[in-house]
């Protein structure tokens, strides 16, 4: 009774749970999500994760908050985030059906039942990734019916995770081309095709791995004997450990790179403990891409081990972050060692509004400034001081900068331009003055953070002075 009592309020309370959310669905709809997830602020991510994964377990439209999600956060962050929720929802409801019925399960199942389980049980991960791509069943009740199943936890969610993720994206697409669609973006055309594209890939895809899976199993290996009764050909060809570490070791280090970004932007943390955790990230990596290659040498095909798949995904996992490090590292040694540019070296602009109103420094850093970057001159347009400042403002407003001041009668415009991901804070100062009988454009651009900026702050300013030439209908030299 003491075993029977938890069991049987854990199923009232998740039968009440579903009915409630069954009745007042109709107000669950993506305008809702936007309001909830807007008024939570910095912490509207991790709301949306929650109602995400508790959607999932009260069997809630799943569909409607992956397309809200890439309407809300954009293609990358929708992703992450549609992803994580699903995968926490599904984590739950396998949980919860293990917890509530597998035992049952086990103690009454017939003999052809149970063939059927020992046969999922033994395909693992293979299984779960076989319906993942190919979603015979609706997913909310798929969760619950694994977790009826022996399938490892770890196996479970890992599998989850990583195949879900082509038809996450591309659903995430398809809410943002969406959300671009109403509001009038450019690109309109360009999305929708992309979005198109995606979806016929997710749909291909399960076709494509099953062709190659038949192609592989047509060589001379021998079956399992449970083979017979498994709902796919096991093979008794052994995994490339290294492809499976290097895919492991990429995945762990690629979040710890990317929360400690998040978090160091959202302001969880400073940003001095994310750098040194991108770093070691870094260096596991490279780990990773080194076993991935070797799981790719002893997985190709016609080897004797299996895991190219893995490999490949490891490859895809590891490589971003190890091409950032390089990125990262040769800027530092091919940009000179400064952090405050400017158009004018010998009278910058001035930032009156910012926490700190420092001069440009000049002297050595004008030097180096004028070796590193000589294109970096004033614009001159052929426009009165007022018409060029009301084109400065917009390409301010454009660039997605945070507008700190502005003062019209003085042509001086101070924004805030903010890294995606650690949110580091270089500050923008923008003159317009009269010259001769048009107008001359001087921009400033300094790092809050560092003594360096890897050449950020010049290719900051010559974007926004060929914005502005643009936008004059010039070209800026």
Same mark, same amino acid.
């Given at each position: 009774m003491t075993r029977i009592l938890p069991r049987l309020l854990l199923v009232l309370a998740l039968l009440a749970a579903i009915a409630a959310?069954?009745?007042?669905?109709?107000r669950f709809d993506a305008a809702a999500l936007q309001a909830w997830v807007q008024g939570a602020g910095t912490a509207g991510p991790l709301l949306f994760i929650a109602v +995400? %994964?508790?959607?999932?377990?009260?069997? $809630?439209?799943?569909?409607?908050?992956t397309l809200a999600g890439g309407a809300l956060f954009g293609p990358f962050w929708g992703t992450l985030w549609n992803l994580s929720g699903a995968t926490l929802g599904a984590a739950l409801a396998f949980l919860i059906a293990r917890y509530l019925g597998a035992d049952w399960v086990a103690r009454r199942a017939g003999p052809r039942l149970t063939r059927l389980?020992? @046969?999922?049980? %033994?395909?693992?991960?293979?299984?779960?990734?076989?319906?993942?791509?190919?979603?015979?069943?609706?997913?909310?009740?798929?969760?619950?019916?694994?977790?009826?199943?022996?399938?490892?936890?770890?196996? +479970?969610?890992l599998a989850s995770a990583l195949f879900m993720l082509p038809g996450t994206f591309a659903y995430t697409w398809l809410g943002y081309a969406g959300r671009e669609a109403l509001a009038g973006g450019e690109g $309109?055309?360009?999305?929708?095709?992309?979005?198109?594209? &995606?979806?016929? *890939?997710? %749909?291909?895809?399960?076709? !494509?791995?099953?062709?190659?899976? *038949? %192609?592989?199993?047509? @060589?001379? $290996?021998?079956?399992?004997?449970?083979?017979?009764? =498994?709902?796919?050909?096991?093979?008794?060809?052994?995994?490339s450990h290294p492809a499976l570490a290097g895919l492991l070791l990429g995945l762990i280090t690629l979040t710890i790179a990317v929360i400690g970004g998040i978090g160091a932007r959202q302001g969880w943390w400073h940003f001095l403990p994310a $750098?040194?955790?991108?770093?070691?990230?870094?260096?596991?990596?490279?780990?990773?891409?080194v076993l991935s290659f070797t799981g790719l040498v002893q997985a190709r095909p016609g080897a004797r081990r299996r895991g190219l798949v893995l490999a490949v995904l490891g490859t895809l996992a590891s490589l971003p972050l190890v091409l950032m490090a390089i990125q990262w590292e040769y800027a530092t040694r091919a940009y000179p060692p400064i952090?405050?540019?400017?158009?004018?070296?010998?009278?910058?602009?001035?930032?009156?509004?910012?926490?700190?109103?420092?001069? +440009?420094?000049?002297?050595?850093?004008?030097?180096?400034?004028?070796?590193? +970057?000589?294109? &970096?001159?004033?614009l001159q347009l052929a426009l009165a001081p007022a018409q060029a400042y009301e084109y400065a403002l917009a390409?301010?407003?454009?660039?997605? !900068?945070?507008?700190?001041?502005?003062?019209?009668?003085?042509?001086?415009?101070?924004?805030?331009?903010?890294?995606?991901l650690y949110g580091f804070v270089d500050?923008?100062?923008?003159?317009?003055?009269?010259?001769? =009988?048009?107008?001359?454009?001087?921009?400033? =651009?300094?790092?809050?953070?560092?003594?360096?900026?890897?050449?950020?702050?010049?290719?900051?300013?010559?974007?926004?002075?060929?914005?502005?030439?643009?936008?004059a209908g010039q070209i800026h030299k």
């Open positions: 959310a069954i009745v007042w669905r109709e +995400y %994964a508790l959607a999932t377990v009260l069997f $809630l439209p799943g569909s409607v908050i389980n020992e @046969g999922v049980a %033994a395909e693992g991960w293979r299984f779960v990734a076989f319906v993942r791509l190919v979603p015979l069943f609706p997913f909310n009740l798929l969760n619950y019916a694994l977790g009826l199943t022996r399938v490892p936890f770890g196996a +479970y969610v $309109l055309v360009r999305n929708g095709l992309i979005a198109l594209a &995606l979806l016929a *890939a997710t %749909a291909f895809l399960p076709r !494509w791995i099953g062709r190659l899976r *038949a %192609a592989r199993s047509t @060589g001379p $290996l021998t079956h399992h004997p449970e083979s017979e009764t =498994s709902p796919m050909t096991v093979i008794s060809r052994p995994y $750098l040194q955790w991108a770093e070691w990230a870094a260096y596991g990596a490279a780990l990773a891409l952090n405050d540019i400017s158009t004018d070296t010998q009278d910058a602009p001035v930032f009156w509004d910012m926490p700190i109103a420092t001069d +440009y420094p000049g002297g050595a850093v004008a030097e180096q400034q004028r070796a590193a +970057y000589p294109d &970096l001159v004033p390409v301010v407003k454009e660039q997605g !900068w945070e507008i700190v001041s502005t003062a019209p009668e003085e042509g001086r415009i101070e924004a805030m331009a903010r890294s995606r500050e923008v100062a923008v003159r317009v003055s009269a010259e001769g =009988s048009g107008a001359k454009v001087d921009v400033r =651009s300094r790092s809050r953070t560092g003594r360096i900026d890897r050449g950020v702050n010049a290719k900051r300013i010559r974007a926004y002075l060929a914005a502005v030439a643009a936008q």
